[in-house]
């Protein structure tokens, strides 16, 4: 209710003050947990408050969670995690369809101050202190599309009067929508939910007061009563019978406590490493990414960037270990453009650090470029599923284009590609259903008239958008009668492919194995994706463009379709630096497979 009412004041003081300010669209969502019996009528009363003394009306919505048949929720072992996930689920979708890139949440310091508290029961030490970001992607909704970083709404060259407009705003908009435009083009999914919590630097107590003031009602969920329920909730109720010690307890006071400053120490140090990390990585050059396959090939700085006025004050000890932090961080920054996790752990990244930045020892504080230690790192190594492989150049080799000798490390390049895939381990797989009725054949220009700028074409029928490998968005729309797989193309998918087009055409299959050749190194082939029938038949490989002759012996109607994107990625400088042939796109030579054949495959 607090963040309701001061979003509502905030727009209402615009018509006053601050014009611009009246535009903004306000949505309110409320959960229902379904936890209780009582818990609907509850979210109805909140959204009677909000209409009757907001006056939000129609721009309130319920959103209740949907549990798994059979399941008692409030009797689950682990109900606030399954509840939060669901939660947060609910609201990026409800974001995604009402077209809203912003969730404000209503988060204050003791709910900081009560997660600190919760990680160190857990065991969390350093920076696992650092409590609730006031800024984050949205969380728990890995694979929800709209949500998790895509999604993003079709970019559309703008018209003169727009241009005109833009032209006189501020030129960081500019630069986003050259963003939008470089991610679009080629072949990037972008967009996504993005959170933030305004209320963080407040205390419940004059959160309460504010309500008090403007006359509404604060609002309490009994669930959060229950002392034995959760540890968060038994956390609470110490804090409210100030049973803690005072440097613990900020749950009635209106200043920090001890706990509270402490956590937002270590969440400026953490935001400073960050800061310092990505400015690293603005220095590193992308010399090519294939985004058929996830393989990029970069040339790193020598060392890390410290700009820390501060730094000269820290001892060698600690500018080692601040060094130590930043290249941990830049090497995840480079692996999450490859990688299909979703958070790599830093404590994990020692190996790869130590690989990548091994004079870190030396410090660059000495003032001169210190010697190459090349023997004792790893040159080949495997981090956060990604395969890193050093290639070292030789001395009479001319440096590639792009290069800036005075931050980058002209000695060796880094090859990133997904690392092979276990057989221990279950392979990454999705499943298509067929559609509940197949859809009539397509007219000739159903893929959409073309418009100025780039648009993206509809699907006769709109199927479900999965996320493969954590790496790829695919839509396939399949009109078959049974399901379809997206699996990794396996050496035995690969050797039947082979096979069959080696009696149908030994033009496809030449030119299917220079294909692969082309989208890097041997290993890179057997992770690409492939959608298959029933059989293990593989019918085509998307990312690449491959059709088999078995789709095209399909009837024509009965053809499977489909879509694919590379997950979001950040380039240095959002990609707006990168020159676009340093990128190849998805699907790019597709046409070689449909030479002489109408077939569905729908180039991004």
């Not at 029933?534 to 009837?555: D, K």
């Not at 449909?594 to 569905?600: L, Q």
């Amino acid at each position: 209710m607090a963040l309701a009412t001061l979003c509502y004041q905030l727009r209402k003081l615009g018509h006053v003050h601050l014009p611009g300010l009246s535009d903004i669209r306000l949505q309110a969502f409320i959960v229902d947990h379904k936890a209780r019996p009582e818990s609907t009528r509850e979210a109805r009363q909140v959204v009677n408050f909000l209409d009757k003394i907001l006056g939000l009306n129609a721009n309130t919505e319920v959103l209740p969670l949907h549990w798994p048949p059979g399941v008692i929720p409030s009797e689950l072992p682990d109900f606030e995690t399954e509840a939060r996930r669901l939660r947060y689920q609910a609201l990026g979708k409800a974001c995604y369809k009402a077209n809203i890139p912003t969730l404000l949440l209503g988060h204050h310091r003791a709910d900081g101050d009560e997660t600190v508290l919760m990680r160190l029961v857990a065991g969390y030490r350093g920076e696992g202190l650092r409590g609730i970001s006031e800024q984050a992607e949205i969380p728990y909704c890995t694979g929800v599309y709209g949500a998790s970083q895509s999604g993003g709404r079709d970019y559309t060259v703008p018209s003169k009067e727009t241009q005109q407009v833009e032209a006189q705003e501020a030129n960081g908009q500019q630069r986003i929508l050259d963003q939008v435009k470089f991610y679009h083009e080629q072949g990037f999914e972008y967009g996504g939910v993005r959170i933030y919590r305004p209320l963080m630097d407040y205390s419940k107590p004059e959160l309460e007061a504010t309500l008090q003031a403007a006359g509404v009602p604060w609002v309490t969920d009994p669930t959060n009563q229950d002392p034995t329920s959760s540890i968060r909730n038994a956390i609470r109720y110490l804090t409210q019978q100030r049973l803690l010690p005072k440097a613990l307890d900020s749950g009635s006071q209106k200043e920090p406590s001890p706990l509270s400053m402490a956590s937002s120490n270590i969440r400026r140090k953490y935001q400073r490493r960050n800061e310092q990390a990505a400015l690293s990585y603005q220095a590193c050059d992308i010399i090519s990414f294939d985004a058929r396959s996830g393989h990029l090939q970069v040339r790193i700085p020598i060392f890390p960037a410290h700009r820390d006025p501060d730094f000269h004050l820290l001892t060698q000890h600690q500018q080692l270990t601040e060094m130590e932090h930043i290249a941990a961080r830049l090497v995840r920054l480079l692996l999450s453009i490859v990688s299909p996790c979703d958070n790599i752990s830093l404590q994990t990244l020692k190996t790869a650090t130590w690989a990548m930045f091994g004079n870190l020892q030396e410090g660059p504080q000495m003032g001169s470029r210190p010697k190459r230690v090349t023997g004792l790192r790893p040159s080949k190594f495997t981090a956060g599923g990604v395969l890193c492989e050093r290639i070292e150049m030789r001395s009479e080799e001319t440096p590639l284009p792009g290069a800036r000798p005075f931050s980058l490390d002209p000695d060796s390049i880094w090859c990133l590609s997904r690392e092979p895939y276990i057989k221990r381990l279950a392979e990454p797989m999705c499943i298509v259903p067929p559609a509940v009725t197949p859809p009539p054949p397509p007219p000739p220009s159903w893929r959409g008239e073309k418009k100025k700028g780039v648009s993206r074409t509809a699907f006769p029928e709109e199927p479900e958008w999965q996320l493969w490998d954590r790496r790829y968005w695919i839509q396939v729309l399949n009109p078959t009668d049974t399901p379809l797989e997206i699996c990794p193309l396996s050496r035995a998918r690969l050797d039947r492919i082979i096979h069959t087009e080696k009696e149908d055409s030994s033009r496809r299959r030449l030119l299917l194995k220079k294909t692969l050749r082309s989208v890097g190194p041997p290993h890179v082939r057997y992770t690409l994706p492939a959608i298959t029938d029933v059989e293990g038949h593989v019918l085509a490989l998307p990312t690449v463009g491959f059709v088999s002759q078995r789709l095209f012996r399909m009837r024509e109607d009965r053809r499977p379709k489909w879509r694919v994107r590379f997950k979001n990625v950040v380039f240095p400088e959002g990609g707006v630096r990168m020159k676009e042939e340093r990128v190849v796109k998805l699907d790019e030579g597709g046409q070689l497979w449909r030479e002489g054949c109408v077939c569905d495959v729908i180039p991004t």
